[in-house]
């Protein structure tokens, strides 16, 4: 573990105490200069790093709670939404994304993603599911694994991790050895695979974060996790798990006859499915 994540002690801020716990945020301080903004209910967290020369909101988070994210930052961080330098969107889903036209910052994204946010997949991106206009959307700089984002203090590499989605990315601060893990990896849970994502390929992004040796990780839901052996404790019962997962749905699979078997989602009417 790191010096830094010894001597610092994770502590809460202020709880929302104007938009409440449903609409509301919780602000967190992780770790010197890093803020979440943990999401009560739905949406997912949404994190700050303020940096020497960059300050960077991982993911904007759900539109329903920007205000509440507005009004923590200017009140107990000390922020304008101006002041925000840069947006990485760590996927290409609506939680993750809604609240992106707020920021008038450049915008980051892995090209997966980015492909899926310009051209308004709602297949992918599940906005209109949730009564979200996710139409119009911009991103400016199109991310590939290895891409370090330099912010002064801090150093953010990417890392491809699909599975969730195509798109899905990690953020390694490889000096430190903490990860933003998206929806990629969870405290005691295992991530959902959609349409654009694959099962295979989420067990071997987990493999990947499994020999980055990391010594805490947040993730955009529920809770972080802090320790070199709890992390890597979480990512292989996640690959333990996921793996088990693909094997009872080949398993359901294969146990039926071939003129029962149900075609591959891009072959039926999607108007059945459940968006």
């Avoid at 009004?71 to 969107?89: F, H, Q, R, S």
């Amino acid at each position: 573990m790191s010096q830094d994540s010894k001597v610092f002690e994770p502590r809460l801020i202020k709880e929302d105490d104007l938009y409440g716990k449903k609409d509301g945020y919780r602000l967190n301080l992780l770790r010197p200069n890093v803020y979440q903004f943990f999401s009560r209910g739905s949406g997912c967290h949404v994190f700050l790093i303020i940096g020497d020369d960059l300050n960077v909101l991982i993911d904007t988070g759900i539109i329903t709670k920007f205000n509440s994210f507005n009004y923590l930052l200017t009140t107990e961080v000390g922020l304008k939404i101006e002041e925000i330098d840069m947006v990485i969107n760590t996927h290409e889903h609506f939680d993750h994304i809604s609240s992106n036209a707020y920021f008038h910052c450049p915008i980051a994204a892995h090209r997966w993603a980015a492909v899926k946010i310009q051209h308004s997949d709602e297949l992918i991106t599940k906005g209109k599911k949730w009564g979200i206009d996710l139409t119009d959307m911009r991103i400016n700089i199109w991310l590939e694994d290895r891409n370090i984002i330099d912010l002064g203090n801090t150093m953010l590499k990417v890392i491809e991790t699909p599975g969730h989605t195509s798109g899905c990315i990690c953020l390694l601060e490889p000096y430190k050895n903490y990860l933003f893990s998206g929806d990629t990896l969870f405290k005691s849970a295992i991530s959902n695979i959609y349409e654009s994502g694959s099962i295979s390929e989420h067990i071997d992004s987990l493999q990947i974060l499994n020999t980055l040796k990391v010594n805490s990780f947040y993730p955009s839901h529920g809770h972080s996790v802090i320790g070199l052996d709890l992390v890597a404790q979480e990512i292989e019962s996640s690959i333990e798990n996921a793996k088990m997962e693909l094997n009872a749905f080949v398993d359901k699979i294969r146990s039926k006859p071939l003129e029962k078997a149900r075609p591959p989602p891009s072959l039926y009417n999607r108007e059945e499915e459940d968006l």
